[in-house]
C-alpha cells in the first residue's frame, strides 16, 4: 500500500481481556514505531524497532505491553489483561533507514477503548 | 532527556502569517528539529524538519535560532485547513524520538 495501515481502526474490549493491535508500515521502511495518545494529550513513545537490532522499549508502560516486529515488517502490539487506562488511540509510525533526518509516516490509528 | 516547550494554544486568522515558537533548550548537536501536525481523528502528519539551517516547503517555513535552542514553524498564510495540533519534536540521528513537545493547538478563525 502507499501508506501505513493499522487494523483494527477501533476495538472495544473488556477489562481483563488480550488485545492484539497490528501495523503494516511502507515497504522497505527499516525502523517502526508504536506510540500511545490519550483523549486529549500528546503522543507518548512506547517502542522502537530499528532493522535487526533488539527494539528499544523503553517507553512501554508495563509489562503487560510487549511487541513483535516479524521478518523486519508487519508489527503487532499485544496487551495483556487490558486495564480501563489503556484506553487510548495507538499509533504506528514507520522510517526509511531510522536516521534524524527522515520523516515519520504515521498511520491513521486503532481506537481501543477497554470497559 | 532533550525536552522541549510549546504554547498550549494559539489563534490566527486566516489568510495571516502564524508563527509556532518552541524551545528546546537541551538539544544535542546531532539531534534534528522535526514538526508534525495532527488533525482531528488523524495521525500525525509530517510538516518540515531541519538541523541547523532555516528550511521552507511547500507546506511552511523553519527557522532556528543560531544556538539551536529554539525554533519557529511559520505558516505563511492560515488557512482553516491548517487548524490542527503542532507537534515541534528532537529527533537523533537513530531516529529516536527523544521527547515530545505538548504541542500547540493552532485555531484559525474565518
Known sequence: ?115 | DAKTTQPNSMESNEEEPVHLPCNHSTISGTDYIHWYRQLPSQGPEYVIHGLTSNVNNRMASLAIAEDRKSSTLILHRATLRDAAVYYCILVNNAGNMLTFGGGTRLMVKP
Do not use: M
Not at chain 1, 481481556?17 to 486529549?40: F, M, N
Open chain 1, 1 to 115: 500500500g502507499a501508506g501505513v495501515s493499522q487494523s483494527p481502526s477501533n476495538k472495544v474490549t473488556e477489562k481483563g481481556k488480550d488485545v492484539e493491535l497490528r501495523c503494516d508500515p511502507i515497504s522497505g521502511h527499516t525502523a517502526l514505531y508504536w506510540y500511545r495518545q490519550s483523549l486529549g494529550q500528546g503522543l507518548e513513545f512506547l517502542i522502537y524497532f530499528q532493522g535487526n537490532s533488539a527494539p528499544d522499549k523503553s517507553g512501554l508502560p508495563s509489562d503487560r505491553f510487549s511487541a513483535e516486529r516479524t521478518g523486519g515488517s508487519v508489527s503487532t502490539l499485544t496487551i495483556q489483561r487490558t486495564q480501563q487506562e489503556d484506553s487510548a488511540v495507538y499509533l504506528c509510525a514507520s522510517i526509511g533507514a531510522g536516521r534524524g533526518s527522515e520523516t515519520q509516516y504515521f498511520g491513521p490509528g486503532t481506537r481501543l477503548l477497554v470497559l
